[in-house]
Nanobody, 124 residues
Framework: QVQLVESGGGLVQAGGSLRLSCAAS????????MGWYRQAPGKPRELVAT????????NYADTVKGRFTISRDNAKNTVYLQMNSLKPEDSAVYYC?????????????????WGQGTQVTVSS
């Protein structure tokens, strides 16, 4: 019903930058909070950054504060993650997450949706 598709991952050298994008599509009435999470091999999935729908303050993991910036374009149902000064320890699969109010035949329901993930690899 609702899908999230990430793009923008890849291989970059330490100190470099990448910009991830995540576009939502489907029977969307509205999107609440959106966020990025990551999971490195052998480690649990962890929060990277979240952003509300109402212009409130964004939330960042301490490990990425000052280097990563989350933003969203509500008209495009898209969330971005600008990643600067990348470090090898940032290497992981990055997942997009969104709280979506979906509508079908005037029936509304809240869904938590995950993307399929995009690989980010930072070489030293």
């Amino acid at each position: 019903q609702v899908q999230l598709v990430e793009s923008g991952g890849g291989l970059v050298q330490a100190g470099g930058s990448l910009r991830l994008s995540c576009a939502a599509s489907g029977n969307i009435f509205s999107i609440k909070a959106m966020g990025w999470y990551r999971q490195a091999p052998g480690k649990p999935r962890e929060l990277v950054a979240t952003i509300t729908d109402g212009g409130g303050p964004s939330n960042y993991a301490d490990t990425v504060k000052g280097r990563f910036t989350i933003s969203r374009d509500n008209a495009k149902n898209t969330v971005y993650l600008q990643m600067n000064s990348l470090k090898p320890e940032d290497s992981a699969v990055y997942y997009c997450n969104a709280g979506v109010v979906a509508v079908t035949d005037r029936n509304y329901r809240y869904l938590e949706v995950w993307g399929q993930g995009t690989q980010v690899t930072v070489s030293s």
